[in-house]
């Protein structure tokens, strides 16, 4: 797409004056972009081979707090460097900020120059060659909802978060009206990332009030995994722009729906042929399809740390607002954990509708994505589908209603050690844990109202 750069292209923008700003910048284990902005003169004489970081980037937490047990980086090892190592196949223009470029980075092991095992970027690219090792392509797609404020981010900051104003007034699921009153912000958004070189497809209401979605093509799962990193970044961007703000909480009220991230996906053959589909099979599935979703029902429960981070990413679970409760498959059903959407096409595949907007699309992409290669490398069967409504039905599969659940279903799992390895289980385990201990120690305003007077 045009805003993807060359180097050449990046050197020839520089010399007509159009770009001087590079911003070099890698995903933390939250899924944020960390990094540095570059003089494009800079860039193309040198950081565009490499730069460097502290260590630390992958052992802190929400806040930028240094947390103590991570063996990757701690004080008594002095917090050393890394190197951001840019993937030039991602540089692109940044049309929301004047004069600027984006390249997104490998990290890498300053030593060895090898990638760190625990950097989301690395967790995923190591299940993709595993696919492609047994002659398959993942592709992937993130659906990703959000509440638009009319608060600046600096007046919520400064007067508290309970005055937030949604941009709309009722629910807005698919409403034109409704959207139109956010369309400034949505329409700047979709022309941004399309300028990006990420190929949008649309936006739309969602089923709360001032909740938005947007959806990007269908694509492999590296690109589908850096587009969804962008694009949040890009959100926050332009509503701070505009004087509004977003939040991709998994949920920022009790009495709202939450915000997902449904993560569509399917295998194709090295040579661009569907895997997952047989217009014989039950739905359009093909037998690789159906061992595929068996894999992800097999290792729903472990893997659900890795869809659902923080402790407010559980507060999602509730009955009747479209976010699952149970880890069972159904066609074309929104009651399930996981659906089959595209019955009959080449299209057919496995919607995984647990994530939130919470989640880290590398980490959540590479643990489905190895869930399901698993599902095939065992030939697993899979169970019956279930239909009507999974709320009310008793004795499924539940998804962890904690992140403490979680964190021990995933801490235990031998399948999770295996497919990514104890450094990174470890790693990946010890932040839930450091979640929850923050957690458990805040007094909260739901205490504060029970027990203030009563208690």
């Known amino acids: 797409m045009s805003g993807n750069l060359t180097l050449e292209q990046l050197a020839e923008a520089f010399d007509a004056g159009t770009i ?10 939250q899924g944020r972009l960390m990094g540095k902005r570059f003089h494009a003169a800079h860039f193309l004489e040198s950081a565009h081979e490499e730069t460097h970081c502290c260590n630390y980037l992958l052992t802190i937490d929400m806040e930028m707090w240094t947390v103590p047990g991570y063996k990757t980086a701690s004080w008594e090892q002095g917090y050393g460097d890394y190197v951001l190592k840019p993937d030039l196949a991602t540089l ?5 900020l004047d004069g600027t470029a984006l390249v997104l980075c490998d990290i890498l092991d300053h030593a060895t120059h090898q990638d760190v095992p625990q950097s989301p970027r690395a967790i995923l690219k190591r299940q993709i060659a595993r ?24 007046t919520f900051r400064a007067q508290g978060p309970r005055d937030l104003q949604p941009v709309a007034g009722y629910n807005e699921d698919y409403n034109i009206f409704q ?10 958004l979709r022309n941004g990332l399309y300028g990006a070189g990420i190929p949008v497809e649309c936006t739309k209401g969602e089923a709360e009030i001032g909740q938005a979605e947007i959806n990007v093509r269908y694509g492999e799962a590296l690109a589908t995994a850096d587009n969804h990193a962008i694009i949040k970044t890009a959100t926050k961007e332009i509503a701070h722009a505009q004087g509004q703000s ?9 009495d709202r729906a939450g915000s997902s991230s449904h993560v569509h996906q399917s295998l194709w053959t090295l040579d661009g042929t569907p895997a997952f589909a047989d217009p014989d099979g039950p739905h359009g599935m093909s037998g690789l399809m159906r061992h595929y979703l068996a894999g992800q029902l097999a290792h729903a429960r472990e893997l659900t740390l890795f869809l659902a981070p ?32 595209g019955a009959g096409t080449k299209g057919v595949r496995v919607e995984c509708r647990i994530g939130g907007a919470d989640l880290n699309p590398y980490i959540a992409c590479a643990a489905l994505l190895a869930a399901g290669l698993d599902g095939i490398e065992r030939k697993l069967a899979l169970e019956p589908e279930q239909k009507g409504d999974m709320y009310a039905t008793d004795g499924l599969r539940e998804v962890p209603a904690t992140l403490r659940e979680a964190a021990d279903l995933t801490g235990n799992s031998d399948w999770a050690r295996a ?32 027990g203030l007077e009563r208690a």
């Open 310 to 341: 923080y402790v407010n990413s559980y507060k999602r679970f509730c009955v009747g607002l479209f976010a699952p409760t149970k880890a069972v498959w159904s066609a074309d059903n929104r009651t399930a954990g996981f659906r089959v959407c």
């Open 179 to 188: 959207t139109t009153k956010e369309e400034p912000l949505m329409r700047a």
């Open 92 to 96: 692109r223009r940044v049309p929301w």
């Open 246 to 254: 977003v939040t991709f909480m998994a949920k920022y009220r009790t």
């Open 419 to 450: 497919a990514f390895g104890h450094d990174v289980v470890d790693h990946y385990v010890h932040a839930a844990r450091w979640e929850l201990s923050e957690a458990d120690r805040v007094v909260t305003d739901f205490e504060l109202q029970r």
């Open 20 to 29: 001087d700003t590079i911003i070099v910048a890698a995903v933390d284990m």
């Open 131 to 154: 696919a492609r090792a047994m002659g398959f392509e993942a592709k992937m797609a993130s659906e990703l909802e959000f509440f638009v404020f009319e608060n600046s981010y600096e």
